[in-house]
């Protein structure tokens, strides 16, 4: 069973902090990984992907990615109120026909509110 | 326009009838995606496309789900004899269809199907 699992949260951090999102998965064979921001109602947004180990940066947000234990984060800098919504962790579990990246498989999210 | 768009952006139904679902991806993208989102999930994978093909149609949940994109643009998602489970948002995205793990995909804002 191919999984990946996110904490639901909420989390909640002050307006200024780092906000720290973790996703575990769960096939050794995964490939990329995606960030998605979600606001209520709204579809998923990219923030970023990453798919070698270490540390990618792009403004405020630094993907990790650690592929030995499994586990991607999200750092959040300086996190603003308009940051709040549900962040998707979504994976690429290979090229099944040798062209785009099939399918991805999502986590449930974790919600983030961050407080003035 | 520039980005991925569906309709209807709401569509309520009864029990036992058929719906259609349609997606009109961004310009020149080959690839072509559909998922459901159901309240507090992330989404779920139906079926993908790569030109007019279906590369992998293995999220498809049973046979009464069908989806067909003729010319390798506009593709719409069938639901037979639709049932009250078969509730949820259904999100298309599209993406250039290069190969790599960068092959991002962008979403359109959803149709939020409602089975009475």
């Known amino acids: 069973q191919k999984e990946v699992e996110q904490n639901s949260g909420p989390l909640s951090v002050p307006e200024g902090a780092i906000a720290s999102l973790n996703c575990t998965y769960s096939?050794?064979?995964?490939?990329?990984f995606f960030w998605y921001r979600q606001y209520s109602g709204k579809s998923p947004e990219l923030i970023m992907f990453?798919?070698?180990?270490g540390d990618k940066e792009d403004g405020r947000f630094t993907a990790q990615l650690n592929k030995a234990s499994q586990y991607v984060s999200l750092l959040i800098r300086d996190s603003q109120p308009s940051d709040s919504a549900t962040y998707l962790c979504?994976?690429?579990?290979?090229?099944?026909?040798?062209?785009?990246?099939?399918?991805?498989?999502f986590g449930k999210g974790t919600k983030l509110s961050v407080k003035p | 326009g520039a980005g991925v768009s569906q309709t209807p952006s709401n569509k309520v139904t009864e029990k036992g009838k058929y719906v259609e679902l349609r997606c009109d991806p961004i310009s020149g993208h080959t690839a072509l995606y559909w998922y459901r989102q159901s309240l507090g999930q992330g989404p779920e994978f139906l079926i993908y496309?790569?030109?007019?093909?279906?590369?992998?149609d293995s999220g498809l949940p049973n046979d009464r789900f069908f989806a067909v994109r003729p010319e390798g643009s506009v593709s719409t998602l069938k639901i037979q004899r639709t049932e009250r489970g078969d509730s949820a948002v259904y999100l298309c995205?599209?993406?250039?269809?290069?190969?790599?793990?960068?092959?991002?995909?962008?979403f359109g804002p959803g149709t939020r199907l409602t089975v009475l």
């Open positions: 979504a994976v690429n579990m290979g090229f099944k026909y040798g062209g785009s990246q099939g399918n991805l498989i």
């Open positions: 990453i798919y070698s180990n």
């Open positions: 096939d050794r064979g995964s490939q990329s």
């Open positions: 995205a599209s993406s250039s269809g290069l190969a790599g793990g960068t092959d991002t995909q962008y």
């Open positions: 496309f790569q030109g007019t093909g279906a590369a992998d």
